[in-house]
């Protein structure tokens, strides 16, 4: 396994250490549900160096981004982030990104973990015929994430940038902890927060700072179950290269008055399926699980757990677009009664 520029400050902070993504990294530290309320009710520091940077650049690097995501990168000014999708040939997503533009011919593109060498493949290869270079800095980038109602105000104490006069998805330089730092007021919990992109020698000690300064460590299992809340997908779950996204509740990513890569297809593809939020009655679903329209099953869960603020499971599912309630859950050879929610699951600032 890859270890992160963290991995001994995880030990030493009794992180509970499991394989993702060909990485090490921490599942919990004391409690998922004590690290999912800390990020909901005041702040929480995640490890994120896993995830993959990409540097994107070249007087068409925007035409190639045009091309290249479902989402309209023209919208993009210097300093301002944006949550897109990779779609491929055949209208499905081969990844769901965020997207930074750094200056008018430098973009920041961030992957996911366990894609980072198929993001990258793919993107050299549309990239043919454009004025643009790629470089992937995945190894060379630390990535932390501070999230919640509290983030903001932990932050100020350690860095120079005034943080009043940042907006969500604000993509700026400054110093942390004395360290100099890339900070983007974006995240995935549904929480305000600040992912912070550093150099490897110098991620130890701006994390240490920040649990000093009151931040809780928190691990995989509470950004599952805070991402799961809020409503956002996971790529491989409710995401795929054969997920048409235009049938999804993240249809509004894509900008169909432009052209991309895998339009046509896109468009022509119909939606046999809806995704839904489900609450349990009782149990908690997990991935795979049937889901049933009375008697008959109609779709799968694809991402499922416990919600720490509802007390409840919750699940994201597929199933039949014209598929009506009542809906149950098969958990463990048992139906269990679900209701459907409206996303996120639970209300968020």
Same mark, same amino acid.
């Given at each position: 396994?890859?270890?992160?520029?963290?991995y001994?400050?995880?030990?030493?902070?009794?992180?509970?250490?499991?394989?993702?993504a060909?990485?090490?990294?921490?599942?919990?530290?004391?409690?998922i549900? $004590?690290?999912?309320?800390?990020?909901?009710?005041?702040a929480?520091?995640?490890d994120?160096?896993h995830?993959?940077?990409?540097?994107i650049?070249g007087?068409e690097?925007?035409?190639?981004?045009?091309?290249?995501?479902?989402?309209?990168?023209?919208k993009?000014? =210097?300093?301002?982030?944006?949550?897109?999708?990779?779609?491929?040939?055949?209208?499905?997503v =081969?990844?769901?990104?965020?997207?930074?533009?750094?200056?008018? $011919?430098?973009?920041?593109?961030v992957?996911?973990?366990?894609?980072?060498?198929?993001?990258?493949?793919?993107?050299?290869e549309l990239?043919?015929?454009?004025?643009v $270079?790629?470089?992937d800095?995945?190894?060379?980038?630390?990535?932390?994430?501070?999230q919640?109602?509290?983030?903001?105000?932990?932050l100020?104490?350690?860095?120079?940038?005034?943080l009043?006069?940042?907006?969500?998805?604000?993509?700026?330089?400054?110093?942390?902890a004395?360290?100099?730092a890339?900070?983007?007021?974006?995240?995935?919990?549904?929480?305000?927060?600040? /992912?912070?992109?550093?150099?490897?020698e110098?991620?130890e000690?701006?994390?240490?700072?920040?649990?000093e300064?009151?931040?809780?460590?928190?691990?995989?299992g509470?950004?599952?179950?805070?991402?799961?809340?809020?409503?956002?997908?996971?790529?491989?779950?409710?995401?795929?290269?054969?997920?048409?996204?235009?049938?999804?509740?993240?249809a509004?990513?894509?900008?169909?008055e432009?052209?991309?890569?895998?339009k046509?297809?896109?468009?022509?593809?119909?939606?046999?399926?809806?995704?839904?939020?489900?609450?349990?009655?009782?149990?908690?679903?997990? $991935?795979?699980?049937?889901?049933?329209?009375?008697?008959?099953?109609?779709?799968? =869960?694809?991402?499922?757990?416990?919600s720490?603020l509802?007390?409840?499971g919750?699940?994201?599912?597929?199933?039949?677009k /014209?598929?009506?309630?009542?809906?149950?859950?098969?958990?463990?050879?048992r139906?269990?009664?679900?209701?459907?929610?409206?996303?996120?699951f639970?209300?968020?600032?």
């Amino acid at each position: 396994m890859k270890k992160t520029p963290l991995y001994q400050a995880h030990l030493r902070h009794g992180g509970r250490m499991v394989e993702f993504a060909g990485y090490a990294l921490p599942l919990q530290y004391a409690s998922i549900v $004590e690290e999912h309320l800390a990020v909901r009710r005041a702040a929480g520091l995640f490890d994120v160096s896993h995830m993959g940077e990409f540097l994107i650049r070249g007087r068409e690097a925007l035409a190639f981004l045009q091309w290249a995501t479902a989402n309209d990168a023209a919208k993009l000014k =210097v300093g301002r982030a944006q949550y897109s999708m990779l779609p491929n040939a055949r209208g499905g997503v =081969v990844d769901d990104i965020y997207l930074y533009r750094l200056a008018e $011919e430098e973009y920041l593109m961030v992957v996911n973990a366990a894609n980072i060498a198929k993001d990258f493949a793919h993107l050299k290869e549309l990239s043919r015929g454009f004025a643009v $270079e790629l470089t992937d800095l995945s190894e060379e980038t630390a990535l932390l994430a501070l999230q919640g109602p509290k983030a903001a105000s932990l932050l100020q104490g350690l860095t120079d940038a005034d943080l009043s006069q940042r907006k969500k998805n604000d993509v700026f330089s400054a110093r942390v902890a004395g360290r100099p730092a890339r900070l983007a007021r974006t995240g995935y919990t549904g929480e305000d927060g600040f /992912e912070l992109f550093l150099a490897p020698e110098d991620a130890e000690a701006v994390f240490e700072a920040l649990l000093e300064a009151g931040a809780t460590p928190a691990g995989l299992g509470a950004r599952d179950t805070l991402r799961l809340e809020a409503g956002f997908p996971l790529y491989g779950h409710e995401l795929t290269d054969d997920t048409n996204p235009l049938c999804t509740p993240w249809a509004w990513v894509v900008k169909k008055e432009k052209e991309f890569h895998g339009k046509e297809a896109m468009l022509a593809t119909p939606c046999a399926e809806k995704l839904v939020g489900l609450v349990l009655e009782v149990g908690i679903p997990r $991935e795979g699980y049937r889901v049933y329209s009375g008697d008959r099953p109609v779709g799968r =869960v694809t991402s499922g757990g416990y919600s720490p603020l509802l007390e409840k499971g919750i699940a994201l599912a597929y199933v039949e677009k /014209e598929a009506q309630e009542p809906f149950f859950v098969e958990v463990r050879g048992r139906k269990a009664g679900a209701s459907l929610s409206p996303l996120p699951f639970v209300p968020l600032k």
